[in-house]
């Protein structure tokens, strides 16, 4: 088994070509999916395996069933004489692979909410945000009630 991280870029779905110029963010979990293998490039990753919550309460944040695959991105693990050497810091130290995926974000902040709200109480993390879209809105309104469900304790 494979501990694969996952990133979801998410792009304006007005934008017909997708442009790095056009990225409004990306939801990010660096582990927690077990796969047989590392998916390839332009095979397809089924929506409900990314399914964040119970059955009754999961709502995909995309139509249809499966994203394709744009990108595998390898992190190695450096090794020497049979372990990881000191000047690699705190890096990870297995070697890690990142599958992503590229889905258009459809909607308002507010009909996002619950979705983005099921990504942000799994643990995943938002990068590379536009200031001001809506999944960044989104993003930061679920964080919020996220920390009022589940405050940390001391």
Known sequence: MIDLGIRIEFFDAATVDVDQRCLLGALCRPDGYLALAVPAIGSRLSVSSLR???????????????LRVCDVVHQPAPRRQGRVPDWWGDSPHEPTATVVLRAALRGSSL???????QFAADGWSLQDPTEGSELERAWHKAQQQVAEQWPLTA
Do not use: A
């Open 52 to 66: 964040l919550t119970s059955r009754d309460d999961f709502r995909p944040f995309v139509l249809g069933s499966t």
């Open 111 to 117: 009909m996002l909410l619950p979705q983005i709200r």
